[in-house]
Nanobody, 119 residues
């Protein structure tokens, strides 16, 4: 199955921390960019952070200094360490992996994991 699988969401108080994990299929090859996006009801999905296979990262301005993205290329796994969480970080977080699966290059999305930050 090509769909990445996320884990680690949940409920946390403002100021707390959570760590999200996402494992892309072990059958995926040439996984270039992996990343995290988030979405709240009625809004478009927005970028949170991405990381390339070479380790280059990008972050949304709203999470810089609080979130850290990392990956394990050998396991096709990406992580998002979220610190100093705010109520506005509440959203469904989606993992994305760009790579080659069953001979087809594509963008593969996970089904999402809920993060709720209580104030």
């Amino acid at each position: 199955q090509a769909q990445p699988v996320e884990s680690g969401g949940g409920l946390v108080q403002a100021g707390g921390s959570l760590r999200l994990s996402c494992a892309a299929s072990g059958s995926m090859r040439s996984v270039h960019t992996m990343g995290w996006y988030r979405q709240t009801p009625g809004k478009q999905r927005e970028l949170v952070a991405t990381i390339t296979s070479g380790g280059s990262t990008t972050y949304a301005d709203s999470v810089k200094g609080r979130f850290t993205i990392s990956r394990d290329n050998s396991r096709n796994t990406v992580y998002l360490q979220m610190n100093s969480l705010k109520s506005e970080d509440t959203a469904v977080y989606y993992c994305r992996a760009d790579g080659l699966y069953a001979g087809t290059w594509g963008v593969y999305w996970g089904q999402g994991t809920q993060v709720t930050v209580s104030s």
